[in-house]
């Protein structure tokens, strides 16, 4: 059985001069998700390691961190350091997943491996049990404010089933395009980790819109 339903609000939908007030809107999710990119892995340039620290040392909820970046086996272990609860790096991104994922561990954190959505999940599928979380992009990374693909439902459903084959205790993370409609298709696949950005950073009561999509996705979940 997997953990209980997830609501992690991407920070890229915040304002960043106001980093500190925008992390404590937030204070009644489970993480804030943090979006680290390059410039090189997707065209955009957000956070490195030294900003993730800070975060996490005034954030009121841990920090989920997702790496957009290049050569995740020579930089991920850095965001661990930082302070990042989770770090999830893209599979498209890392020469030896296994390794680096054992790396990631070893400094405390807990991991993920994200696919983007044109990544078929196979690859994947015999090495899970080296993961806590799969994080399936519904949208394709770099930017916030898309919409959700249901295109990616399928890849959603293969990793729950084939977590729940191999016995795992396996979290399935969506990103990308979240509102209280795609959270219901999306729990309804197998997720149970929802990234929001837009439908909480742009509500009136973020705390409020926090704990809508909670109720929805908990009332839609399907593990």
Known sequence: MTAPVSINPSV??????RIGEELDRIADADRA??????????PNLTFGPSM??????????PLDAHLMI???DRHA???????????????????????????????????????????????????????????VMTVEPGFG????LPSMLPKIRRVREAAGTAGLELSVQVDGGINRTTIEQAAEAGADV??????????????????????????????
Request: charged share 20%.
């Open 77 to 135: 272990v850095a965001y661990a350091e930082a302070g990042a609860e989770s770090v999830t790096f893209h599979l498209e991104a890392a020469q030896a997943p296994v390794r680096l994922a054992r790396e990631l561990h070893r400094a405390g954190a807990k991991v993920g491996v994200a696919l983007r959505p044109a990544t078929p999940v196979d690859p994947l599928l015999d090495i899970l049990a080296e993961f806590d979380m799969v994080l």
């Open 194 to 223: 929802f990234v929001a950005g837009s439908a909480i950073y742009t509500a009136d009561d973020a705390a409020a819109e926090i704990g809508a999509l909670r109720e929805i996705a908990a009332r839609h979940l399907h593990v």
């Open 52 to 61: 993730v620290e800070q975060m996490a040392r005034r954030s009121p909820i």
């Open 145 to 148: 404010g898309q919409s959700f």
């Open 12 to 17: 890229l939908n915040s304002d960043f001069m």
């Open 33 to 42: 998700h943090i979006d680290v990119m390059d410039n090189h892995f997707v």
């Open 70 to 72: 290049a050569d995740a």
